[in-house]
């Protein structure tokens, strides 16, 4: 079983910057990746980011590059979200999960984090 938990959300506004943290505990962390997931009132939930275990590998949407950095601390077993640049389109709950896919999607996540409110102001 993986566990995690996000923290670090808030309300900016626009232009601002904000880190998000997401906590995970567990055995065989190693195994996932570990993405970043938002959803945004009456939209469905979309993928932001993910990163290797090991943070060899990284990808971002396109809504996000360039704007957000995902890392990753193995020590403190936490991946963090860097989202500078805030737009108020960025507006959403984000969520942490954890994947056996590189490519994670709605269909493939194996555990989810219970979400952490951003909320950013014109």
């Known amino acids: 079983q993986v566990q995690l938990v996000e923290s670090g959300g808030g309300l900016v506004q626009a232009g601002d910057s904000l880190r998000l943290s997401c906590a995970a505990s567990?055995?065989?962390?190693?195994?996932?990746?570990y993405s970043w997931f938002r959803q945004a009132p009456g939209k469905e939930r979309e993928f932001g980011a993910v990163i290797s275990w090991n943070g060899a590998y990284t990808y971002y949407a396109d809504s996000v590059k360039g704007r957000f950095t995902i890392s990753r601390d193995n020590a403190k077993n936490t991946v963090s979200l860097q989202m500078n640049s805030l737009k108020p389109e960025d507006t959403a709950v984000y969520y942490c999960a954890a994947s056996t896919s590189v490519v994670p999607n709605l269909n493939n996540i194996n555990y989810w984090g219970q979400g952490t409110q951003v909320t950013v102001s014109s």
């Open positions: 567990g055995r065989t962390l190693s195994r996932y990746t």
